[in-house]
């Protein structure tokens, strides 16, 4: 069974704080991890991907990847209202045809 | 932008009728998706395609489903008998080599 787990939230920081999100996935053979983003009642918007292990930088995000202990995380710096959403982690198995996500952990920005 | 179509927008139907979802990929893309969203749920994946078959199907996927390319844009999801916990946001993707983008879902209502 190929298992992505994330603590379902809610997360909730004060703006300008940093958010961390984590991600846990079963399938040692996966090769590709995502990060999308999900407003209530939207589809998933992708947000970053990462392929190889250590770290990944796209403006204020950064996302992380350990393939050894096979965790996965996002890192939101400076983070804004317009940032609340939920976040859903996913994992493409080796094959490059299944791509599996987790529940989301939902994340509030207070002002 | 290119972007994942994907029609009707809502369809409501009763038990036990037929629906088809359409779907339009990215003109490009050589690798389509199916996934399900029940209310308040994690992102289900229901099946893959590729090359004019299926190449994933997830136990979600059975025979109550099918899924067809009948020409060289649309990718239709066919749900038959429909039941009451077929209720959820069905979102079609597509992708190239590794990011998938998603259509903006068509909502299904079984009453």
């Known amino acids: 069974q190929k298992e992505v787990e994330q603590n379902s939230g809610p997360l909730s920081v004060p703006e300008g704080a940093i958010a961390s999100l984590n991600c846990t996935y079963s399938?040692?053979?996966?090769?590709?991890f995502f990060w999308y983003r999900q407003y209530s009642g939207k589809s998933p918007e992708l947000i970053m991907f990462i392929y190889s292990n250590g770290d990944k930088e796209d403006g204020r995000f950064t996302a992380q990847l350990n393939k050894a202990s096979q965790y996965v995380s996002l890192l939101i710096r400076d983070s804004q209202p317009s940032d609340s959403a939920t976040y859903l982690c996913?994992?493409?198995?080796?094959?490059?045809?299944?791509?599996?996500f987790g529940a989301g952990t939902r994340l509030t920005v207070k002002p | 932008e290119p972007e994942v179509t994907q029609t009707p927008s809502h369809q409501v139907t009763q038990m036990g009728q037929e629906v088809i979802l359409r779907c339009v990929p990215i003109s490009n893309h050589l690798y389509f998706y199916w996934y399900r969203q029940i209310l308040g749920q994690k992102v289900e994946f229901l099946v893959s395609f590729y090359n004019n078959e299926i190449s994933e199907k997830s136990e979600i996927f059975d025979d109550q489903f099918s899924v067809e390319r009948p020409d060289g844009s649309n990718f239709t999801l066919k749900i038959r008998s429909t039941k009451l916990e077929d209720s959820a946001m069905y979102f079609c993707?597509?992708?190239?080599?590794?990011?998938?983008?998603f259509g903006e879902g068509s909502r299904l209502t079984v009453l």
């Open positions: 399938d040692r053979g996966s090769q590709s």
């Open positions: 996913a994992v493409m198995a080796y094959n490059n045809n299944d791509m599996r």
């Open positions: 993707a597509s992708r190239t080599v590794r990011e998938l983008f």
